[in-house]
């Protein structure tokens, strides 16, 4: 398979070890100082693009990939808002899409089990849920988009949560909401926990990532996956779960 870069920092230097393992090739290696690679014939040859830029870019390079014919696994994350409008490109054909806000294995196996045990707790009201996340000094955003699916999943799943909220300086959320705290300290690569406290006891769960290689590797399978599949797609029906 023929895969183009878009964005050649840690994680598409990881991407691109992982692609390169399990045989594939890299038409081209797209980043800041690069762009106009975007109308070269190395990028139009490609079966698929991989997307992982900053928030203020990758929207723009979303609409490049669809205007080229490339189909784009983008894990870009601080850009919901412009979400819709790639969902809509898609749906009118004009595109070819899996967005995640983390495409790593784990950490969607962890999303199910946070679905599951937010259904449960809909049925106990004295537990109370609470959420950390923890990255790297060079995240932009805050809380990470990880943070954000999860807590929607929460709310979703769980009747007694109205939405999401990080906490003032005192520490206190509005009523209902599910307070996300976020702290940024070396090179963590990712550590999210959801937490239900009573007065009983308290049930916590966590995902902590060792390295960037589990993200690497969920998004080369998402672009193995992809270019047979016009339109808007997730990394959950990648994985099958």
């Given at each position: 398979?023929?895969?183009a870069l878009?964005?050649y920092?840690k994680m598409?230097?990881?991407?691109e070890?992982v692609?390169?393992s399990?045989?594939?090739?890299i038409t081209?290696?797209?980043?800041?100082?690069?762009?106009?690679?975007?109308?070269s014939d190395a990028?139009?040859?490609s079966d698929?693009a991989?997307e992982?830029t900053?928030?203020?870019?990758?929207a723009?390079n979303v609409?490049k990939c669809f205007s080229a014919?490339?189909?784009v696994?983008c894990?870009?994350?601080?850009?919901?808002?412009r979400?819709?409008?790639?969902?809509?490109?898609c749906r009118e054909?004009?595109?070819?899409?899996?967005?995640?806000?983390?495409?790593?294995v784990?950490v969607?196996?962890?999303m199910?089990?946070n679905?599951v045990?937010a259904?449960?707790m809909?049925?106990?009201?004295?537990?109370?849920?609470?959420m950390?996340e923890?990255?790297?000094?060079?995240k932009?955003d805050?809380?990470?988009?990880?943070?954000?699916?999860?807590a929607?999943e929460?709310?979703?799943?769980n009747?007694?949560?109205a939405?999401w909220?990080?906490?003032?300086?005192?520490?206190?959320?509005?009523?209902?909401?599910l307070?996300?705290?976020?702290?940024?300290?070396?090179?963590?690569p990712g550590?999210?926990t959801?937490?239900?406290?009573?007065?009983a006891d308290?049930?916590e769960?966590?995902?902590?990532a060792n390295?960037?290689?589990?993200?690497?590797l969920?998004a080369?399978l998402?672009?193995?996956w992809?270019?047979?599949r016009?339109g808007?797609h997730t990394?959950?029906?990648?994985?099958d779960?």
């Amino acid at each position: 398979m023929k895969i183009a870069l878009i964005g050649y920092g840690k994680m598409g230097h990881m991407i691109e070890s992982v692609a390169l393992s399990r045989g594939h090739e890299i038409t081209c290696r797209i980043d800041r100082d690069n762009t106009e690679d975007f109308d070269s014939d190395a990028f139009r040859s490609s079966d698929v693009a991989i997307e992982f830029t900053t928030p203020a870019t990758a929207a723009e390079n979303v609409l490049k990939c669809f205007s080229a014919g490339v189909p784009v696994v983008c894990g870009s994350t601080g850009w919901t808002d412009r979400l819709p409008e790639m969902q809509e490109l898609c749906r009118e054909g004009k595109g070819s899409m899996i967005w995640a806000s983390n495409f790593s294995v784990g950490v969607n196996i962890f999303m199910a089990v946070n679905r599951v045990l937010a259904r449960i707790m809909s049925k106990f009201p004295e537990y109370t849920p609470s959420m950390t996340e923890v990255h790297h000094i060079h995240k932009l955003d805050h809380p990470s988009g990880t943070a954000i699916t999860l807590a929607e999943e929460i709310i979703e799943e769980n009747t007694r949560i109205a939405g999401w909220q990080e906490p003032d300086e005192a520490g206190h959320v509005d009523t209902g909401n599910l307070p996300i705290a976020h702290e940024r300290r070396g090179e963590v690569p990712g550590i999210h926990t959801i937490r239900w406290d009573s007065e009983a006891d308290m049930i916590e769960i966590t995902h902590s990532a060792n390295s960037r290689q589990g993200f690497a590797l969920g998004a080369v399978l998402a672009a193995e996956w992809l270019p047979a599949r016009p339109g808007w797609h997730t990394i959950a029906e990648v994985l099958d779960i």
